[in-house]
């Protein structure tokens, strides 16, 4: 049978055959990290004729995935997560957001963002910092008579910076597979999470004189309470400077630095009374499990693309987009609208898994008029963006489906509709960030 197969099939066609499959498999909802693994054997299977292979690819590959010292980073960012939600940090950086905003018309809104975006410095995890502003704010937002398609949508969207600022694990496994250095990605990301938030924030301004009356300003906060509030997160800023900082000034490797911030945040949970055994112990067990479904489709994705590699699907694509007279620009936007029809069936973290070893070979071979070595990290932050709205894109948007949950009054339409203006502010953020790579760069050639 595999004679046969062969003699219809080149080993290239058999790997671009795999693609299809895999997509069809997943539709039928079969675990991700179970269908590459499958795929990845029998694919290796039919290019190389023997059981040899696959064995030696299973050794390799598992002793490679669970001794990895770089992997080391993803549970212990994932621990100051979970630290960082039980220590209430979440309730204090809203409460300052909503007396620095709050008058203004949609202030509310835009201090859940801005609340966000400070739990995502502490956090690195979107569904995390949904979950847990939601908690804080969506009360408040209905108390003030917010519109449930604005409290909804903002408090979705406002999630996507968990990734988006660092920490972020998506990003730590996008350097994982495209080989780039963690550091350099933390730091290209800052820039583009400050104009995400801001974007978000501009698009409530703009939605709440669209629609009067779905974000009717609070009473302006006198300035006392305000610098009181905002010492208040002082817990949120001493860690972010450590973690952060510690990475930009060489201080810490990322890995240090996630085990300093996980220290942290558990000394500050401790403090807040929000971490007796049983949540450590609750908090391990969450890590535990989060970290092996990572490892686990680490592992499998690391099968599938050794059949791709050994079927040369990757080098012979990037021959293919180097050679040809198509615009390099015009491939990568291809790749980009690629990644807005993937997630609204699939996961950031599937999406990142199944593309990234195709295409950061591609894009890496290609002109962009800026340096060769600053292209992997650059189409790094697209990547993340591009993964970030699928998860506010209908029908598979986890962070409308965590927030909904959390408002039983709101209908899911009503939230879906919510979304729609802040994906707008997302595509147009990309649109930026694709025509000035300069702007994701320029912290990494300050510092670097």
């Not at 269908?35 to 690819?57: C, P, V």
């Not at 703009?206 to 974000?215: D, E, K």
């Not at 391990?284 to 490892?295: E, R, W, Y």
């Not at 980009?336 to 609204?344: A, E, I, N």
Request: glycine content about 10%; overall charge neutral.
């Amino acid at each position: 049978m595999i004679d046969a197969i062969n003699s219809i099939f080149t080993p290239f066609q058999i790997g671009l055959l795999s693609f299809p499959v895999l997509l069809i498999v997943i539709a039928l909802r079969i675990p991700l990290a179970a269908t590459m693994f499958m795929i990845g054997l029998i694919g290796t299977y039919l290019i190389e004729g023997n059981m040899r292979a696959i064995d030696s690819a299973l050794r390799a590959f598992t002793f490679s995935t669970l001794t990895s010292y770089s992997l080391s980073i993803i549970p212990l960012f994932l621990l100051m997560s979970e630290f960082a939600v039980r220590g209430g940090m979440s309730s204090s950086l809203f409460k300052a957001a909503e007396a620095w905003l709050g008058h203004y018309r949609g202030g509310l809104a835009m201090a859940s963002i801005g609340a966000s975006a400070g739990f995502g410095a502490v956090c690195g995890s979107s569904l995390a910092t949904a979950s847990s502003m939601g908690q804080v704010a969506l009360p408040e937002l209905k108390r003030a008579g917010y519109s449930g398609a604005l409290s909804t949508g903002a408090l979705a969207a406002g999630g996507t910076l968990g990734i988006l600022i660092p920490p972020s694990v998506v990003l730590v496994v996008y350097a994982i597979l495209a080989e780039e250095n963690i550091e350099k990605l933390f730091t290209a990301a800052f820039v583009p999470g400050i104009i995400a938030m801001l974007g978000y924030m501009l698009t409530v301004s703009i939605y709440t004189r669209f629609v009067p009356g779905s974000g009717n300003p609070l009473p302006r906060v006198n300035f006392a309470r305000r610098i009181r509030l905002l010492i208040d997160i002082w817990p949120v800023m001493v860690i972010f400077g450590l973690v952060i900082g510690g990475i930009y000034t060489g201080v810490f490797s990322p890995t240090a630095a996630a085990a300093v911030g996980a220290a942290g945040t558990a000394i500050v949970a401790y403090l807040a009374k929000g971490l007796s055994w049983a949540a450590v112990r609750e908090s391990l067990l969450a890590t535990s499990k989060t970290s092996a479904m990572i490892f686990f489709i680490i592992l499998a994705a690391g099968v599938f693309n050794s059949f791709l590699s050994g079927a040369k699907v990757p080098q012979t694509l990037a021959a293919y987009f180097v050679d040809t007279d198509i615009s390099p620009w015009f491939i990568l936007i291809g790749m980009l609208l690629l990644y807005l029809v993937l997630g609204m069936v699939m996961d950031s973290l599937a999406m990142i898994f199944l593309t990234v070893p195709i295409f950061v070979p591609i894009i890496t071979g290609l002109d962009f008029g800026i340096p060769s070595n600053e292209v992997g990290i650059w189409f790094g932050i697209l990547v993340l963006m591009a993964a970030e709205i699928g998860l506010i894109t209908p029908p598979v948007g986890m962070n409308l489906f965590v927030i909904n949950a959390m408002s039983k009054e709101v209908k899911i339409g009503e939230t879906y509709r919510g979304a729609i203006p802040f994906v707008i502010s997302d595509i147009v953020r990309i649109a930026i960030l694709v025509a000035f790579p300069s702007i994701t760069m320029f912290l990494v050639r300050l510092f670097y």
